[in-house]
């Protein structure tokens, strides 16, 4: 049986009817087998009891993902298809992801600092830090910050599709490996404990299963199945903050950033992955707009921000590139097409503001 947990403020309320409630703990205070904490810090907890077992949402950090392919350890480089392995970074122990324009995408938990991408050791801007909202008060277990310097590459595509559902995603994160199989629970389940001396960058693949909301954060999960994917992928300890990628029309897009995992029904051993288990990624699509505003320049932003009707590079001739951070020109649109369309618009438009004035 799956419990899934639903925003009700500070309480999570499982669709079974059972509640959950957040509690801040730290790793070395809870002895209970039930309980993976995902960090040596203080983590904020999701549980309840469901009618068969106990249902436990981690919000701490996720761990590089476990994967069932093989002995594990494989993937630990770009697929072939490559969705944005170098965008993933390391961000302490955790994950981050690099948006480009010299900024950074992370769960909050993991919170802000400097951050390895590709090798190199990007330095945190102070103060930097923006927590992402859904608009009505209620903030995200994620963040945007700025790096400087920042690698000179190519904006990051973010999903604004908002339903994604069963479609196949590439989850990249830095987090613990796979260790012995295990067999847990009954009926049985299989799975793996993690392996706790190993820590490093790899990718998986899954389905997106369901969209919920998770200690107020707007989510999608995937389900870690036994007859899945060929790298069916489960996040472990250090994988929050690192990406979860959907390919849309030829394009991969940054989808969500992985914060928290979920063990319904049975007690399982710690420190383990099994079968049935399921990853919170934070839904990107729900804060997309919003994101966007903060990182992107106005050459870049969506946004016809100098009134011309032309919006972005390369369609706006007044952007020099997608790094342009002033869409902004001479009033006369060039005489390509798209500015001639624009200039008789904008004179219907003015045409009928003088109108309106001598009226008044």
């Given at each position: 049986m799956r419990c899934r947990p639903e925003k009700t403020g500070a309480v999570a309320t499982f669709s079974n009817g059972q509640r959950a409630?957040?509690?801040?703990?730290?790793?070395?205070?809870w002895h209970s087998p039930r309980v993976r904490l995902h960090s040596s810090r203080a983590r904020s907890v999701l549980y309840g009891l469901a009618s068969f077992g106990v249902c436990?949402?981690?919000a701490g950090s996720a761990g590089a993902v476990i994967i069932d392919?093989?002995?594990g350890t494989g993937n630990t480089s770009a697929p072939a298809d490559d969705p944005g392995w170098k965008y993933v970074g390391a961000r302490w122990a955790s994950g981050a992801v690099y948006l480009g324009n010299g900024w950074v995408v992370t769960a909050n938990h993991v919170g802000p600092g400097d951050v390895n991408l590709d090798g190199v050791s990007y330095p945190y801007v102070p103060d930097?830090?923006?927590?992402?909202?859904?608009?009505?008060g209620n903030l995200a277990d994620l963040i945007v910050f700025q790096i400087d310097p920042a690698p000179a590459w190519a904006l990051l595509p973010i999903n604004g599709e908002p339903d994604i559902s069963g479609e196949p995603?590439?989850?990249?994160?830095?987090?613990k490996g796979r260790g012995a199989s295990q067999t847990a629970c009954h009926p049985t389940k299989n799975g793996y404990l993690?392996?706790?001396t190993s820590q490093t960058m790899r990718w998986g693949e899954n389905l997106v299963?369901?969209?919920e909301n998770v200690d107020d954060t707007d989510a999608f999960s995937t389900l870690f199945d036994q007859s899945g994917l060929t790298h069916e992928a489960q996040a472990a300890l250090g994988d929050s903050g690192g990406g979860v990628f959907v390919k849309n029309g030829g394009q991969w897009e940054l989808a969500g950033v992985m914060f928290a995992t979920l063990e319904p029904g049975c007690v399982q051993p710690p420190d383990s992955a099994f079968h049935g288990n399921l990853t919170y990624a934070s839904d990107l699509a729900a804060y997309r707009e919003q994101i966007i505003s903060i990182v992107r320049p106005e050459c870049a932003d969506e946004i016809d921000n100098d009134g011309d009707l032309l919006v972005d590079y390369p369609d706006d001739p007044d952007c020099t590139d997608e790094f342009?951070?002033?869409?902004?020109?001479?009033?006369?649109?060039?005489?390509?097409?798209g500015g001639l369309a624009a200039l008789a618009a904008l004179l219907l438009t003015s045409g009928g503001l003088e109108r309106r004035r001598r009226l008044r």
């Open positions: 409630r957040r509690l801040s703990l730290r790793r070395e205070s436990l949402a981690l392919s093989g002995d930097s830090k923006i927590r992402i909202d859904d608009g009505m995603v590439i989850m990249i994160g830095r987090g993690w392996l706790l299963d369901a969209y342009d951070d002033q869409e902004k020109g001479p009033l006369v649109p060039s005489a390509s097409p």
